[in-house]
Protein backbone atom coordinates (compact mmCIF):
# COMPACT_ATOMS: atom_id res chain seq x y z
CA UNK A 1 0.00 0.00 0.00
CA UNK A 2 1.39 3.25 -1.47
CA UNK A 3 1.57 6.21 1.76
CA UNK A 4 -0.69 8.19 -0.74
CA UNK A 5 -3.39 5.56 0.18
CA UNK A 6 -2.82 6.15 3.40
CA UNK A 7 -3.02 9.99 3.72
CA UNK A 8 -6.38 9.54 1.65
CA UNK A 9 -7.22 7.00 3.93
CA UNK A 10 -10.38 8.70 6.74
CA UNK A 11 -8.88 6.34 9.47
CA UNK A 12 -11.86 7.62 11.80
CA UNK A 13 -14.62 7.17 9.36
CA UNK A 14 -13.70 3.93 9.26
CA UNK A 15 -14.27 3.46 12.70
CA UNK A 16 -16.93 5.65 12.74
CA UNK A 17 -15.35 8.36 15.67
CA UNK A 18 -15.10 12.38 15.67
CA UNK A 19 -11.48 13.49 14.83
CA UNK A 20 -11.63 14.74 18.34
CA UNK A 21 -12.66 11.35 19.88
CA UNK A 22 -10.66 10.22 22.90
CA UNK A 23 -8.54 6.77 23.13
CA UNK A 24 -11.21 5.09 25.22
CA UNK A 25 -13.96 6.32 22.77
CA UNK A 26 -11.67 5.24 20.21
CA UNK A 27 -10.77 1.93 21.71
CA UNK A 28 -14.64 0.89 22.31
CA UNK A 29 -15.28 1.88 19.11
CA UNK A 30 -12.76 -0.67 17.85
CA UNK A 31 -14.19 -3.26 19.86
CA UNK A 32 -17.68 -2.93 18.68
CA UNK A 33 -17.01 -3.49 14.90
CA UNK A 34 -14.18 -6.28 15.94
CA UNK A 35 -16.72 -8.33 17.02
CA UNK A 36 -19.16 -7.61 14.47
CA UNK A 37 -16.83 -8.15 11.83
CA UNK A 38 -14.34 -11.05 13.13
CA UNK A 39 -13.87 -13.28 10.06
CA UNK A 40 -14.68 -16.31 12.51
CA UNK A 41 -17.98 -14.88 13.09
CA UNK A 42 -18.23 -14.44 9.47
CA UNK A 43 -17.02 -17.53 7.78
CA UNK A 44 -16.67 -17.27 4.34
CA UNK A 45 -17.67 -13.63 3.72
CA UNK A 46 -14.98 -11.98 2.07
CA UNK A 47 -16.63 -8.62 2.77
CA UNK A 48 -16.45 -8.91 6.46
CA UNK A 49 -12.64 -10.18 6.54
CA UNK A 50 -12.10 -6.84 4.17
CA UNK A 51 -13.97 -4.73 7.01
CA UNK A 52 -11.91 -6.15 9.43
CA UNK A 53 -8.86 -5.35 7.76
CA UNK A 54 -9.53 -1.99 7.88
CA UNK A 55 -11.30 -1.71 11.30
CA UNK A 56 -7.62 -3.19 12.19
CA UNK A 57 -5.75 -1.25 10.33
CA UNK A 58 -7.54 2.13 11.22
CA UNK A 59 -6.84 1.27 15.15
CA UNK A 60 -2.90 0.63 14.17
CA UNK A 61 -3.23 3.71 13.49
CA UNK A 62 -5.64 5.97 16.09
CA UNK A 63 -4.96 3.38 18.82
CA UNK A 64 -1.31 4.89 19.06
CA UNK A 65 -0.82 7.96 20.04
CA UNK A 66 2.28 8.68 18.30
CA UNK A 67 1.55 7.52 14.67
CA UNK A 68 -2.42 9.07 15.32
CA UNK A 69 -0.47 12.69 15.47
CA UNK A 70 1.65 11.67 12.81
CA UNK A 71 -1.73 10.37 10.71
CA UNK A 72 -3.32 13.92 11.79
CA UNK A 73 -0.34 15.91 10.71
CA UNK A 74 -0.41 14.51 7.12
CA UNK A 75 -3.95 14.51 6.80
CA UNK A 76 -3.96 18.17 7.82
CA UNK A 77 -1.07 19.41 5.05
CA UNK A 78 -2.79 17.05 2.48
CA UNK A 79 -6.38 16.35 3.41
CA UNK A 80 -7.93 19.70 3.66
CA UNK A 81 -5.75 20.81 0.57
CA UNK A 82 -2.82 22.61 2.10
CA UNK A 83 -0.92 21.20 -0.33
CA UNK A 84 -1.98 19.62 -3.72
CA UNK A 85 0.11 17.92 -6.55
CA UNK A 86 0.05 19.53 -10.37
CA UNK A 87 0.53 22.29 -11.97
CA UNK A 88 -1.00 25.49 -9.85
CA UNK A 89 -2.38 23.74 -6.82
CA UNK A 90 -0.95 26.29 -4.95
CA UNK A 91 0.66 28.63 -6.40
CA UNK A 92 4.58 28.78 -6.22
CA UNK A 93 4.49 25.02 -5.29
CA UNK A 94 4.72 23.03 -8.48
CA UNK A 95 5.65 19.49 -7.76
CA UNK A 96 5.29 16.05 -7.96
CA UNK A 97 3.78 14.48 -5.36
CA UNK A 98 5.73 11.39 -5.62
CA UNK A 99 8.95 13.48 -5.10
CA UNK A 100 7.43 14.98 -1.93
CA UNK A 101 6.62 11.53 -0.15
CA UNK A 102 9.89 10.20 -1.71
CA UNK A 103 11.73 12.90 0.68
CA UNK A 104 13.64 14.98 -1.73
CA UNK A 105 12.08 18.40 -2.49
CA UNK A 106 13.39 19.85 -5.57
CA UNK A 107 16.26 22.70 -4.51
CA UNK A 108 14.57 26.16 -3.32
CA UNK A 109 10.53 25.43 -4.32
CA UNK A 110 9.34 23.99 -1.35
CA UNK A 111 9.25 26.47 1.61
CA UNK A 112 11.65 24.97 3.75
CA UNK A 113 10.80 21.49 2.91
CA UNK A 114 14.28 20.61 1.56
CA UNK A 115 14.66 17.23 3.15
CA UNK A 116 11.59 16.22 2.10
CA UNK A 117 8.07 15.16 3.97
CA UNK A 118 10.53 11.60 4.88
CA UNK A 119 10.76 12.71 8.85
CA UNK A 120 6.68 13.35 9.44
CA UNK A 121 6.12 9.89 7.64
CA UNK A 122 8.79 7.79 8.57
CA UNK A 123 7.40 6.22 11.81
CA UNK A 124 3.52 5.86 10.05
CA UNK A 125 4.79 4.60 6.79
CA UNK A 126 7.58 2.84 6.64
CA UNK A 127 6.86 -0.76 7.86
CA UNK A 128 7.77 -2.88 5.31
CA UNK A 129 5.82 -2.12 2.68
CA UNK A 130 3.44 -4.53 3.91
CA UNK A 131 0.51 -2.68 4.99
CA UNK A 132 -1.74 -4.39 7.68
CA UNK A 133 -3.30 -7.43 6.48
CA UNK A 134 -4.13 -9.91 8.72
CA UNK A 135 -4.07 -13.13 6.71
CA UNK A 136 -6.01 -16.53 6.68
CA UNK A 137 -4.13 -19.94 7.90
CA UNK A 138 -5.20 -22.95 7.53
CA UNK A 139 -5.82 -25.66 10.71
CA UNK A 140 -3.45 -28.03 11.27
CA UNK A 141 -3.97 -31.81 9.94
CA UNK A 142 -4.63 -34.18 12.99
CA UNK A 143 -3.79 -38.20 13.01
CA UNK A 144 -5.47 -40.50 14.38
CA UNK A 145 -6.06 -44.09 14.71
CA UNK A 146 -9.16 -47.06 14.49
CA UNK A 147 -9.24 -50.51 14.55
CA UNK A 148 -12.16 -52.47 12.35
CA UNK A 149 -13.12 -56.36 12.60
CA UNK A 150 -12.22 -58.12 9.35
CA UNK A 151 -15.51 -57.68 8.04
CA UNK A 152 -15.77 -54.26 8.53
CA UNK A 153 -12.07 -53.61 6.80
CA UNK A 154 -13.79 -55.46 3.78
CA UNK A 155 -17.37 -54.12 3.25
CA UNK A 156 -16.39 -50.38 4.72
CA UNK A 157 -17.76 -48.78 8.18
CA UNK A 158 -18.50 -45.37 9.37
CA UNK A 159 -16.68 -45.47 12.69
CA UNK A 160 -17.25 -42.59 15.45
CA UNK A 161 -13.76 -41.07 16.24
CA UNK A 162 -12.93 -38.55 19.02
CA UNK A 163 -10.32 -36.47 18.34
CA UNK A 164 -8.75 -33.70 19.89
CA UNK A 165 -7.49 -30.34 18.30
CA UNK A 166 -6.64 -27.06 18.24
CA UNK A 167 -9.75 -25.00 17.43
CA UNK A 168 -10.49 -20.98 18.02
CA UNK A 169 -10.68 -20.71 21.79
CA UNK A 170 -14.57 -20.43 22.49
CA UNK A 171 -13.86 -17.62 25.52
CA UNK A 172 -12.43 -15.53 23.40
CA UNK A 173 -13.60 -16.00 19.75
CA UNK A 174 -10.61 -16.98 18.83
CA UNK A 175 -9.10 -13.35 18.98
CA UNK A 176 -6.13 -14.14 22.34
CA UNK A 177 -7.76 -10.45 23.83
CA UNK A 178 -10.00 -11.07 26.65
CA UNK A 179 -12.60 -8.55 25.07
CA UNK A 180 -12.28 -10.04 21.80
CA UNK A 181 -10.32 -6.74 20.39
CA UNK A 182 -6.66 -7.70 19.43
CA UNK A 183 -4.69 -4.88 17.51
CA UNK A 184 -2.37 -5.82 14.42
CA UNK A 185 1.09 -6.91 15.21
CA UNK A 186 3.67 -4.08 14.84
CA UNK A 187 6.33 -6.22 14.09
CA UNK A 188 4.74 -7.85 11.20
CA UNK A 189 2.14 -5.16 10.38
CA UNK A 190 -0.41 -7.62 10.10
CA UNK A 191 1.19 -10.05 7.61
CA UNK A 192 2.42 -12.87 10.41
CA UNK A 193 6.28 -13.01 8.36
CA UNK A 194 8.74 -10.97 8.58
CA UNK A 195 12.22 -11.31 6.17
CA UNK A 196 15.29 -12.03 7.03
CA UNK A 197 18.63 -11.38 4.80
CA UNK A 198 19.84 -14.64 3.71
CA UNK A 199 22.93 -13.34 1.84
CA UNK A 200 23.73 -12.59 -1.79
CA UNK A 201 20.72 -10.34 -2.41
CA UNK A 202 17.90 -12.97 -0.99
CA UNK A 203 15.87 -12.91 1.82
CA UNK A 204 14.01 -15.01 3.40
CA UNK A 205 10.58 -15.18 4.98
CA UNK A 206 10.16 -16.96 8.41
CA UNK A 207 6.65 -16.59 10.80
CA UNK A 208 6.38 -13.20 13.13
CA UNK A 209 8.12 -14.60 16.45
CA UNK A 210 6.25 -11.56 18.73
CA UNK A 211 2.37 -12.70 17.01
CA UNK A 212 3.31 -16.47 15.98
CA UNK A 213 1.80 -16.09 12.57
CA UNK A 214 -0.82 -14.68 13.49
CA UNK A 215 -0.82 -11.05 12.51
CA UNK A 216 -2.60 -9.85 15.42
CA UNK A 217 -1.45 -9.68 19.40
CA UNK A 218 -3.72 -9.31 21.98
CA UNK A 219 -4.40 -6.09 24.13
CA UNK A 220 -5.98 -7.74 27.10
CA UNK A 221 -4.08 -11.51 26.76
CA UNK A 222 -7.38 -14.36 26.97
CA UNK A 223 -7.05 -16.16 30.42
CA UNK A 224 -8.29 -19.31 29.03
CA UNK A 225 -6.02 -19.46 25.56
CA UNK A 226 -3.29 -17.08 27.29
CA UNK A 227 -3.46 -14.79 23.97
CA UNK A 228 -3.23 -17.49 21.20
CA UNK A 229 -6.32 -17.38 20.22
CA UNK A 230 -6.38 -21.34 19.82
CA UNK A 231 -7.63 -24.04 22.69
CA UNK A 232 -7.73 -27.89 23.05
CA UNK A 233 -11.16 -28.62 21.47
CA UNK A 234 -12.10 -32.49 21.82
CA UNK A 235 -14.91 -33.55 19.47
CA UNK A 236 -16.39 -36.43 18.43
CA UNK A 237 -16.84 -36.96 14.59
CA UNK A 238 -18.68 -39.62 12.60
CA UNK A 239 -16.01 -40.92 9.80
CA UNK A 240 -16.77 -43.48 6.56
CA UNK A 241 -14.14 -46.16 5.96
CA UNK A 242 -13.65 -46.91 2.84
CA UNK A 243 -14.71 -50.59 1.59
CA UNK A 244 -11.37 -52.62 0.85
CA UNK A 245 -9.11 -50.98 3.58
CA UNK A 246 -5.53 -52.95 4.55
CA UNK A 247 -4.08 -53.15 7.86
CA UNK A 248 -1.78 -50.17 8.36
CA UNK A 249 -3.72 -48.18 5.76
CA UNK A 250 -3.22 -44.65 5.97
CA UNK A 251 -6.35 -42.66 4.73
CA UNK A 252 -6.60 -39.16 4.35
CA UNK A 253 -9.88 -37.11 4.74
CA UNK A 254 -9.71 -32.90 3.64
CA UNK A 255 -10.86 -30.59 5.33
CA UNK A 256 -11.68 -32.92 8.82
CA UNK A 257 -8.65 -31.41 10.27
CA UNK A 258 -8.66 -28.79 12.78
CA UNK A 259 -10.42 -25.41 12.01
CA UNK A 260 -8.48 -22.73 10.37
CA UNK A 261 -8.00 -19.16 11.42
CA UNK A 262 -9.26 -15.95 9.74
CA UNK A 263 -11.61 -18.01 7.51
CA UNK A 264 -9.15 -19.87 6.22
CA UNK A 265 -9.84 -23.75 5.23
CA UNK A 266 -9.53 -26.63 7.76
CA UNK A 267 -6.48 -28.90 8.09
CA UNK A 268 -6.82 -32.67 6.87
CA UNK A 269 -7.45 -35.96 8.90
CA UNK A 270 -5.30 -38.78 8.81
CA UNK A 271 -6.85 -42.19 9.80
CA UNK A 272 -4.59 -44.99 10.07
CA UNK A 273 -6.76 -48.32 10.15
CA UNK A 274 -5.73 -51.45 12.25
CA UNK A 275 -7.70 -55.15 10.77
CA UNK A 276 -8.48 -57.50 13.40
CA UNK A 277 -7.76 -60.61 12.14
CA UNK A 278 -10.69 -63.29 11.19
CA UNK A 279 -10.76 -67.11 12.26
CA UNK A 280 -11.54 -68.36 8.96
CA UNK A 281 -10.99 -66.03 6.25
CA UNK A 282 -7.52 -64.29 5.39
CA UNK A 283 -6.46 -61.54 2.98
CA UNK A 284 -4.41 -61.14 -0.24
CA UNK A 285 -5.00 -57.81 -2.07
CA UNK A 286 -8.17 -57.77 -3.36
CA UNK A 287 -9.05 -61.59 -2.97
CA UNK A 288 -10.07 -63.20 0.49
CA UNK A 289 -8.43 -66.65 1.03
CA UNK A 290 -9.82 -69.50 2.99
CA UNK A 291 -8.37 -73.49 3.13
CA UNK A 292 -11.13 -75.72 3.01
CA UNK A 293 -10.98 -79.67 4.25
CA UNK A 294 -11.74 -82.44 2.04
CA UNK A 295 -11.46 -85.81 2.82
CA UNK A 296 -9.05 -88.77 0.86
CA UNK A 297 -12.35 -89.86 -1.44
CA UNK A 298 -13.47 -86.73 -2.35
CA UNK A 299 -10.05 -85.57 -3.75
CA UNK A 300 -9.67 -88.73 -5.34
CA UNK A 301 -12.87 -89.55 -6.92
CA UNK A 302 -13.75 -85.80 -7.16
CA UNK A 303 -17.17 -84.11 -6.50
CA UNK A 304 -18.54 -80.88 -5.29
CA UNK A 305 -18.06 -78.96 -2.50
CA UNK A 306 -19.44 -76.18 -0.33
CA UNK A 307 -17.21 -73.41 0.85
CA UNK A 308 -18.22 -70.25 2.80
CA UNK A 309 -18.30 -66.70 2.00
CA UNK A 310 -17.65 -63.66 3.74
CA UNK A 311 -21.25 -62.36 4.62
CA UNK A 312 -23.43 -64.27 2.35
CA UNK A 313 -24.17 -67.48 1.84
CA UNK A 314 -22.09 -70.64 0.34
CA UNK A 315 -20.87 -71.15 -3.25
CA UNK A 316 -20.55 -74.90 -4.45
CA UNK A 317 -17.66 -75.33 -5.91
CA UNK A 318 -16.87 -78.57 -8.19
CA UNK A 319 -13.41 -80.73 -7.22
CA UNK A 320 -11.66 -82.05 -10.10
CA UNK A 321 -11.17 -85.94 -9.85
CA UNK A 322 -7.23 -86.39 -8.02
CA UNK A 323 -6.86 -83.08 -6.91
CA UNK A 324 -4.22 -82.33 -5.28
CA UNK A 325 -3.25 -81.26 -1.43
CA UNK A 326 -2.70 -77.44 -1.38
CA UNK A 327 -4.12 -76.67 -4.82
CA UNK A 328 -5.70 -73.25 -5.52
CA UNK A 329 -9.36 -73.06 -6.65
CA UNK A 330 -10.97 -69.82 -7.41
CA UNK A 331 -14.49 -67.71 -7.08
CA UNK A 332 -15.10 -65.67 -8.77
CA UNK A 333 -16.45 -62.17 -6.90
CA UNK A 334 -16.54 -63.03 -3.47
CA UNK A 335 -13.19 -61.16 -2.81
CA UNK A 336 -12.77 -57.50 -1.47
CA UNK A 337 -14.52 -54.57 -2.47
CA UNK A 338 -12.15 -52.52 -4.30
CA UNK A 339 -11.71 -48.40 -5.22
CA UNK A 340 -14.03 -48.77 -8.26
CA UNK A 341 -17.19 -51.16 -6.48
CA UNK A 342 -16.43 -54.39 -8.00
CA UNK A 343 -15.21 -57.50 -5.90
CA UNK A 344 -11.89 -59.51 -6.00
CA UNK A 345 -12.35 -63.47 -5.60
CA UNK A 346 -11.94 -66.02 -2.45
CA UNK A 347 -9.21 -68.03 -3.22
CA UNK A 348 -10.01 -71.67 -2.29
CA UNK A 349 -7.00 -73.60 -0.65
CA UNK A 350 -7.22 -77.71 -0.55
CA UNK A 351 -6.52 -79.50 2.49
CA UNK A 352 -6.63 -83.14 2.47
CA UNK A 353 -7.20 -84.55 5.35
CA UNK A 354 -5.40 -87.94 6.35
CA UNK A 355 -7.41 -89.92 9.38
CA UNK A 356 -5.44 -90.46 12.14
CA UNK A 357 -7.55 -92.62 13.74
CA UNK A 358 -8.52 -95.81 11.40
CA UNK A 359 -11.44 -98.33 12.78
CA UNK A 360 -10.29 -101.96 11.33
CA UNK A 361 -13.16 -102.27 8.44
CA UNK A 362 -11.47 -98.73 6.90
CA UNK A 363 -7.53 -100.68 7.61
CA UNK A 364 -8.95 -103.49 5.93
CA UNK A 365 -10.75 -101.65 2.84
CA UNK A 366 -7.18 -99.20 2.64
CA UNK A 367 -4.98 -102.32 3.00
CA UNK A 368 -7.48 -103.53 0.09
CA UNK A 369 -6.80 -100.09 -2.16
CA UNK A 370 -2.87 -100.37 -1.80
CA UNK A 371 -2.80 -103.91 -3.49
CA UNK A 372 -5.13 -102.65 -6.23
CA UNK A 373 -3.12 -99.28 -6.46
CA UNK A 374 0.43 -101.34 -6.67
CA UNK A 375 3.36 -100.64 -9.05
CA UNK A 376 6.63 -98.58 -9.32
CA UNK A 377 7.96 -96.97 -6.06
CA UNK A 378 6.76 -93.49 -6.81
CA UNK A 379 10.19 -92.70 -5.20
CA UNK A 380 12.32 -94.51 -7.18
CA UNK A 381 12.83 -91.24 -9.75
CA UNK A 382 13.45 -89.08 -6.65
CA UNK A 383 16.62 -91.31 -5.16
CA UNK A 384 17.90 -91.35 -8.82
CA UNK A 385 17.70 -88.26 -9.23
CA UNK A 386 19.78 -87.28 -5.77
CA UNK A 387 22.36 -89.86 -6.72
CA UNK A 388 23.38 -87.85 -10.24
CA UNK A 389 23.14 -84.24 -8.41
Known sequence: ??????????????????????????????????????????????????????????????????????????RTLFGNGGYRPGPGGGGNFNFDLGDLFGGSQGQGGGGGFGGGLGDVFGGLF????????????????????????????VDGATVPLRMSSQAPCKACSGTGDKNGTPRVCPTCVGTG???RGAGGGFSLTDPCADCKGRGLIAQDACEVCKGSGRATSARTMQVRIPAGVSDGQRIRLRGKGAPGEQGGPAGDLYVVVHVDAHPVFGRKGDNLTVTVPVTFPEAALGGEIKVPTLGGPPVTLKLPAGTPNGRTMRARGK???????????????????????????????????????????????????????
Open 193 to 195: QVS
Open 1 to 74: MSTKDFVEKDYYKVLGVPKDATEAEIKKAYRKLAREFHPDANKGDAKAEERFKEISEANDVLGDAKRRKEYDEA
Open 335 to 389: GATRKDGTRGDLLVTIEVLVPGDLSDKAKESLESYREATAGPDPRAELFQAAKGA
Open 126 to 153: NRGGAGTRTHARRGQDIESEVTLSFTEA
